[in-house]
């Protein structure tokens, strides 16, 4: 079965980075984008970040755009946000998600959604 | 950028049926897909409706999804409703501009 299991959050001071991780199994890791999803205390689901498959191709949400950097190993089966330059506003729960896209007649993918979702790892940022 | 508006709450006694709305802001909601995710109190979102109204394997038949062109909205209905249906409820969709853009989440009360 699908498991995304995501570490390395806590509590990390403004201005500091922190590096999240989530390790899958039980699907063809290679074969699948991956998201990364944030929720702060109390508020509702905010997309943060995507990743190719084959890492070929990045989007980001403008909050973080120029300070987060979505990356993976598919030879470890693992996904990776590295968040630098930290704020108040990034503390929240962060879920990474598998890729369900969506491709246009050439094959081309033109949108995106989650099909399965890790448990979390909460990130405070407070001095 | 477009967003997807949904109401904050809903509630509704158990066995009746209750629709959430979510309506696109701007560009029409028949282009793209629009999901619906399910996430209980201090759990992970699941996925109940992908495809504008397809139910993955597991989610029981109650659960509806539909698309309104003239209202340009897509709706979640769940049908005899559980009291473990009380959960918030997410529509997402997207464009070739925003890749994922989600709604603020409806809280379902069942009671």
């Known amino acids: 079965q699908v498991q995304l299991v995501e570490s390395g959050g806590g509590v990390v001071q403004p201005g500091r980075s922190l590096r999240l991780s989530c390790a899958a199994s039980g699907f063809t890791f290679s074969s699948y984008g991956m998201h990364w999803v944030r929720q702060a205390p109390g508020k509702g689901l905010e997309w943060v970040a995507v990743i190719w498959y084959d890492g070929s191709n990045k989007f980001y949400a403008d909050s973080v755009k120029g300070r987060f950097t979505i990356s993976r190993v598919n030879s470890k089966n693992t996904l990776y946000v590295q968040m630098n330059s930290l704020r108040a506003e990034d503390t929240a729960v962060y879920y990474c998600?598998?890729?369900?896209?969506?491709?246009?007649?050439?094959?081309?993918?033109?949108?995106?959604?989650?099909?399965?979702w890790g448990q979390g790892t909460l990130v405070t940022v407070s001095s | 950028n477009f967003m997807l508006t949904q109401p904050h709450s809903v509630s509704e006694s158990p066995g009746k049926t209750v629709t959430i709305s979510c309506t696109r802001s701007?560009?029409?909601?028949?282009?793209?897909?629009v999901q619906w995710y399910q996430q209980r109190p201090g759990s992970a979102p699941t996925t109940v409706i992908y495809?504008?109204?397809?139910?993955p394997s597991g989610v029981p038949d109650r659960f509806s999804g539909s698309i309104d062109s003239s209202s340009n909205s897509a709706s979640l209905t769940i049908s005899g409703l559980k009291t473990e249906d009380e959960a918030d409820y997410y529509c997402?969709?997207?464009?070739?501009?925003?890749?994922?853009?989600f709604g603020g989440g409806t809280k379902l009360t069942v009671l």
């Open positions: 701007s560009g029409s909601i028949a282009s793209n897909y």
């Open positions: 997402q969709s997207y464009d070739s501009s925003n890749p994922v853009v």
């Open positions: 495809e504008d109204n397809q139910r």
């Open positions: 998600a598998r890729d369900r896209g969506f491709y246009d007649t050439s094959g081309f993918q033109v949108g995106y959604s989650h099909d399965y």
